[in-house]
């Protein structure tokens, strides 16, 4: 077992090691090791049932872990699992908002599960609902707003009690492209302004805009683990789809000239693209992130 | 404190938009016990020196008391299975104690509203009882009993529909035969020692006495008091399993 000093401890906001969990005899989780720094924001991508939401909910403390270690903070979410909470703000996959009520009492209820006091709890709520464009909507009920407007609710009611860590579960499933593009923007201010991001995703695209470092995940375990450029220069910068029959076959090159005296010796057609995540993720496991 | 307050506050709010329907579902099954057990077979029938009436009204206010109490578990899954919002009280910094706690004073809070509802319905039948201290507290003794154990179901069931089973496999049989409609010594004594262990029919035997303006026994306020208390840990044991 690894151990920190108390200066390394402070430049690691969440520190997992040999993280285990199982369902049964189900292996969700098969030793997971990884630190985030503090201000990082850091992605876990992987496909569907790879693992992702469970990890996130093993470091937000809704599902217990089977083996290994997990701190956050400073904190250990098996011995100190309140003192973890405090630190965290979660934004799950799901829309888990009270929707026979109104925008102003979700959020009061969450800053009075937080312990804010009521003058502090209001002032928040106004910052918050400024901050996400929502200030004329406090009084709505939830089940009035659209799904991208609940989400923005969400990651609001998140931020309420300033936590130092906020963990996205696939933050923008089913929502189309421009809310999506807001809900980026709005990820990245929260980073700016000092807050740690944990967010897990199927989408190339959100992870290769948003991620400081990515992580690889399938099966349960971390194949690959590093920025989104370094992870993408290990292919090379561009690459070429030839289409085989059925099959696809993706080369790599490091530079364009490269790429297209390839295709001119080759008689079929070619699509030159640069190299994305997805090429990555697919040369480590085989398979595809979606 | 603050995290009971909250999931409290929350169950409260929910019932204040809610609460003409609330209401309405509150008072329909009483009226009509009332009117057909009570009004047309009332006169009709005697209990002792009471008509039916008066034996009938401290039993509905017994069952009501149960079914109010225990239906709290059905919005408890409802916010977990449908809502998810069993999640957001999982990733508060509150303990398990002040989730059951602010969940089981939901559910008492709701058999009272029931309680007056049903006052209020048989005041124009005339009927004139006792509402003194034992009454009400024979009515939070038995709503803790069934908020804490329908708390602790509703953290142990897998789906709604598991909810519904267990509604109809202990709510239901208990509602008949816990001495809300019949007097219970009037039966063999095996069936009087079998039906015993039922906490309505101490609970019955509680609130009518109190309500008939008879001395009441202590042991079954006590015995409520028990069976409640472990429920409420049960719950409180409870709440892990929900998790995961």
Not at chain 2, 144 to 156: E, G
Request: hydrophobic share 50%; aromatic share 10%.
């Amino acid at each position: 077992m690894r151990e920190y000093t108390i200066t390394q401890i402070q430049t690691i906001m969440i520190s997992i090691e040999d993280l285990h969990k199982s369902y049964g005899k189900t292996q969700a989780l098969n030793g997971i090791h990884l630190q985030v720094e503090p201000g990082e924001l850091f992605a876990f991508l992987g496909p569907n049932g790879a693992g992702k939401t469970t990890t996130i909910r093993i470091l937000t403390g809704l599902t217990r872990l089977t083996g290994g270690k997990v701190n956050i903070g400073g904190s250990d979410i098996t011995t100190d699992p309140i003192a973890v909470k405090r630190l965290c703000g979660i934004v799950p996959q799901h829309i888990n908002l009270d929707s026979e009520l109104s925008v102003y009492e979700n959020l009061d209820i969450h800053g009075r599960l937080f312990a804010l006091s009521s003058d502090v709890r209001k002032q928040k709520i106004r910052e918050l609902l400024e901050y996400i464009e929502l200030a004329d909507r406090e009084k709505d009920l939830v089940k009035k707003l659209s799904g991208g407007l609940k989400r923005r609710v969400m990651i609001a009611r998140a931020l309420l009690h300033e936590p130092k860590v906020l963990f996205l579960d696939e933050p923008t499933v089913g929502l189309d492209a421009a809310i999506r593009r807001r809900i980026w923007a709005l990820i990245k201010r929260v980073q700016r302004d000092g807050t740690t991001v944990f967010l897990t995703t199927h989408y190339i695209e959100e992870a290769e805009f948003l991620a400081d470092r990515v992580a690889f995940i399938d099966l349960g375990a971390i194949k690959a683990i590093d920025t989104p450029g370094k992870l993408m220069e290990q292919l090379g910068v561009w690459a070429l789809d030839q289409i085989n029959g059925d099959d696809m076959e993706t080369r790599y090159f490091t530079t364009r000239k490269e790429a297209a005296a390839y295709s001119a010796s080759k008689d079929t057609g070619f699509t030159l693209r640069r190299v994305n995540l997805e090429d990555v993720f697919l040369s480590i496991t085989g398979k595809k992130v979606l | 404190m603050h995290g009971f307050i909250a999931v409290y506050l929350r169950e409260l709010l929910i019932l204040k938009y809610r609460l003409k329907r609330q209401l309405a579902g509150m008072a329909v099954s009483p009226l009509l016990y009332l009117v057909t057990f009570g009004y047309a077979m009332g006169d009709v029938i005697q209990i002792g020196e009471q008509s039916y009436l008066h034996f009938l009204i401290p039993g509905l206010v017994a069952m009501s008391s149960m079914t109010q109490a225990f239906s709290i578990a059905t919005d408890i899954n409802v916010a977990r299975f449908y809502w998810n919002i069993f999640e957001e009280f999982q990733a508060a910094p509150i303990t398990n104690l002040s989730y059951v706690a602010g969940e089981v004073l939901a559910g008492m809070t709701r058999a009272l509203m029931a309680i007056v509802v049903i006052l209020l319905l048989s005041l124009p039948f005339g009927v004139v009882l006792h509402y003194g201290p034992w009454f009400w507290l024979g009515i939070v003794c038995n709503s803790f009993v069934f908020s804490s154990l329908a708390v602790a179901l509703a953290m142990l069931v897998k789906s709604h529909a598991d909810q519904s089973l267990l509604t109809n496999f202990i709510i239901t049989p208990m509602a008949f035969l816990g001495g809300t409609f019949f007097p219970v010594e009037k039966l063999p004594v095996w069936a009087q020692m079998l039906l015993s262990l039922l906490p309505l029919t101490h609970a019955s035997r509680a609130i009518r006495a109190s309500a008939l303006g008879e001395s009441v026994l202590w042991w079954d306020y006590v015995l409520l008091l028990s069976i409640g208390a472990l429920c409420f840990w049960f719950a409180l044991s409870s709440v892990n399993k929900a998790r995961d």
